[in-house]
Structures are given as structure tokens and as C-alpha cells.
């Protein structure tokens, strides 16, 4: 068993981050009367930029119960990007009403979506299980341009949401994010992230010194392949705000 390592507590805001490339948040699917608050964040872990690039980026999140009512918006994301260009995320997503996706008290919504100079691009939603395994892949296809993502239930092998776009071979840096926008209920659990898988286009050896935890989040088992392209962290764990 390894020690869990953290990095010490950082600003409350994730612009403190080393590399921080997440900076748009899902907007609604229904038009909001809601005046905007600042956001704030829960814990996360990021890495990047990497000198080299990043082809392929796994995950699998337990999410936890959503909180069973919602006073504002809360979203635990993966996220990949460079920092200007799109930025891939599939996202757990819990609004004051999340039966547009089908999901129930205390369920999440999640979809794959994509933030751009477009705006927000999104595949199909799904109603996930605070309990549910959910692999979360992001993958540069063959023609060395196009992102798809998917979003499975690992369980059941049930597809929950997929979306592709050319947004490019150059993402450099990959992390979590709990995002608290318009005075969001916070997190009534913890979210685990295990066998975080994030292999490179070439070695870079050093990706591993980039790794970044706030607000309390802690991961264990960060390892990498011989070849220094294959970067693994066993667990992460992001604690409940609440
Ligand atoms: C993908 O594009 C990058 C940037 O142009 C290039 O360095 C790399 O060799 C390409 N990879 C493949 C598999 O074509
Ligand atoms: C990010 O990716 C986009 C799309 O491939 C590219 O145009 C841009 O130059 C990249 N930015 C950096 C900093 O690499």
C-alpha cells in the first residue's frame, strides 16, 4: 500500500493551479434567471503541460450521490485541453432540476461536451448512480485530429454518452474539477477516480512533476511506463464539500 501524497492546500481557486487549462463551465440546458455568482471549486488533481502531447486519457469515477436537492449548479469533470484551444470534458452534471437526462433524486446527469470559441457541443445525457463505475475515455482517433469521448457504465457496458470533434493533436495538460457555480449545493460525498490512465505521443519523463492537488484532494500510485509515455495514477480521491 503507498502513502497517499498530497500536495498541501493551494488557494481556494484553481487558477492557482500550476497548469490550469479549465476555465469555461457547462452552460445550462435551460435558459436560467439566476443571477451569476463566482464559481468556487473543490478538490482537484491536474497534470500538465506536458512537452510532449497526450493521444489517449482514461479514467474511471465513482461520483457519489449527487445532493438530493440543488440550489445552483455542481459539475465533477475530467477535463483535457492546451489552454487555448478546445477544451474536452465529459461532466457529471447536478442542476436544481436534473430531469432532462432522466435522472432521479440524488442521480447525476452526466454527457461528453466540448468548450470552444463555439460554445458548448454536447452528446447525449444519461442519468448515473452515485455508486456507478463510469469510465471516462478521451481518445485522438487515426486521423490525428479528431477527440472522441465515451462514457460507459462499467458495470452494464452501457454507453451513457459519446461526442467527437476535430479539436486537434496538441492537448497538453488533463485534471479533475469539482465546479461550484450560482451558489451551488456542494458535494455530499467524495469522488474517486481510479486507474487514471494518460498516455503521450512521445516520452516525457518529467510529466509526472507537473501533478497538482487542491482543496484536499489526494491521489496515490502515480507511475509511469518504461518508455515514459504511459503515465498511471492509481487513485484519486476528491473529498465531499460538505
Ligand atoms: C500528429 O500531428 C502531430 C503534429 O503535427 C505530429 O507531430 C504527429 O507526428 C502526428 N501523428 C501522427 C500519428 O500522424
Ligand atoms: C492548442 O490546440 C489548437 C488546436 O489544435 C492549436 O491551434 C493551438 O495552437 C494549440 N495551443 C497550444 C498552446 O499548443
Known amino acids: 500500500m503507498q502513502l497517499l501524497l498530497t500536495?498541501?492546500?493551494l488557494s481556494a481557486s484553481a487558477s492557482a493551479l500550476a497548469f490550469h487549462p479549465f476555465k469555461l463551465s457547462p452552460t445550462t440546458p435551460t435558459p436560467t434567471l439566476n443571477a451569476v455568482k463566482r464559481d468556487s471549486w473543490g478538490g482537484a488533481v491536474s497534470l500538465g503541460p506536458t512537452k510532449s502531447t497526450?493521444?489517449?486519457?482514461?479514467?474511471?469515477?465513482i461520483p457519489g450521490a449527487a445532493p438530493s436537492t440543488q440550489n445552483g449548479e455542481l459539475f465533477l469533470w475530467p477535463g483535457m485541453s492546451n489552454g487555448t484551444g478546445d477544451l474536452v470534458q465529459t461532466t457529471l452534471e447536478s442542476w436544481p432540476d436534473n430531469s432532462w437526462c432522466g435522472a432521479s433524486k440524488g442521480q447525476w446527469c452526466i454527457r461528453c461536451s466540448l468548450f470552444g470559441s463555439f460554445g458548448q457541443l454536447d452528446g447525449s445525457a444519461s442519468a448515473v448512480s452515485g455508486d456507478m463505475k463510469v469510465e471516462i475515455v478521451y481518445e485522438l482517433l487515426a486521423d490525428n485530429d479528431t477527440w472522441r469521448q465515451t462514457a460507459t457504465d462499467v458495470d452494464t457496458k452501457k454507453q451513457l454518452s459519446t461526442f467527437e470533434h476535430k479539436s486537434g493533436p496538441y492537448m497538453t495538460g488533463y485534471g479533475t474539477g469539482t465546479e461550484c457555480d450560482d451558489g451551488c449545493t456542494g458535494t455530499?460525498?467524495?469522488q474517486t477516480y481510479e486507474n487514471t490512465v494518460i498516455t503521450l505521443a512521445g516520452a516525457d519523463k518529467s510529466f509526472g512533476n507537473t501533478i497538482s492537488s487542491s482543496q484536499g484532494a489526494m491521489y496515490e500510485g502515480l507511475s509511469v511506463s518504461s518508455d515514459g509515455k504511459t503515465w498511471t495514477i492509481a487513485k484519486i480521491n476528491v473529498p465531499s464539500m460538505t
Open 7 to 9: 500536495l498541501g492546500a
Open 54 to 61: 497526450i493521444v489517449k486519457a482514461v479514467t474511471t469515477i
Open 188 to 190: 455530499i460525498a467524495a
